[in-house]
């Protein structure tokens, strides 16, 4: 009897705190639908560019949302190409460069070097070689590195890449931003703390 008491209260508990979080997260301040159908699985996409100032300063919370996510949410890192520092074609090289420091499995590094290249030393990027040249800078190897810049794998990641954007441009009114299960687009407001945007996120990888 006091098990079954103990597991009512319990249940009760979750049903409190499932109900306080659909209160506190408001679609049209805290999030918008932007799809009718949700991803099949739960996946967080953020769109960015290596030519904005926010999303450099961004990375250190993006980190934090990733390590926050369920262990069945994949995030996923878009680069935009239609900031106007650069040309198309240039910010496409980026995006080239960022999937080749994926397969490279060291991603999060070679961004890191990409951002504070053109963030912090003020480069200009002109050509594929002041990619390559960064990232042989920062430990990758340059045979490697050409081998996976003409691959068609790496060709088809900028492809995909190039679709979501195309897919979700009506939504993408700046970076960063980022949309959940391809149907909530996330709105941080002033008021929220570190750990609000963080519990907005995984709430929304939930939601259907």
């Known amino acids: 009897m006091k098990r079954w008491f103990t ?26 639908v932007i799809s009718e159908q949700a991803s099949t699985k739960p996946v967080m996409t953020e769109y960015f560019s290596f030519w904005c100032p926010a999303c450099m300063k961004f990375e250190p919370l993006v980190d934090k949302f990733k390590a926050a996510l369920p262990e069945d949410t994949k995030f996923v890192k878009v680069h935009v190409n239609f900031m106007g520092f650069a040309s198309r074609d240039i910010q496409d090289l980026a995006t080239k460069a960022m999937v080749v420091g994926r397969a490279m499995k060291d991603e999060e590094k070679y ?8 963030q912090t030393q003020r480069g200009t990027i002109t050509e594929l070689n002041d990619l390559r040249n960064l ?7 340059a045979e490697k590195f050409d081998k996976l810049a003409d691959s068609f794998s790496i060709n088809s990641l900028v492809k995909k890449n190039n679709k979501s954007i195309e897919d979700f441009r009506q ?6 931003s980022f949309i959940i299960n391809e149907k909530f687009k996330v709105t941080f407001t002033n008021d929220m703390s570190v750990d609000d945007m963080i519990n907005l996120v995984v709430w929304l990888t939930k939601q259907k």
């Not at 961004?111 to 053109?118: P, S």
């Not at 990232?135 to 190897?141: K, M």
């Not at 939504?171 to 960063?176: A, E, M, N, S, Y």
Request: hydrophobic share 50%; net charge negative; aromatic share 12%.
């Open 7 to 32: 597991a009512l209260i319990l249940g009760f508990m979750v049903s409190l705190q499932a109900c306080a979080q659909v209160e506190l997260w408001q679609e049209g301040k805290h999030y918008e």
């Open 111 to 118: 961004n890191a070097a990409i951002f504070n290249y053109v």
């Open 135 to 141: 990232f042989i800078v920062n430990g990758a190897d």
């Open 171 to 176: 939504h993408l009114t700046g970076v960063p």
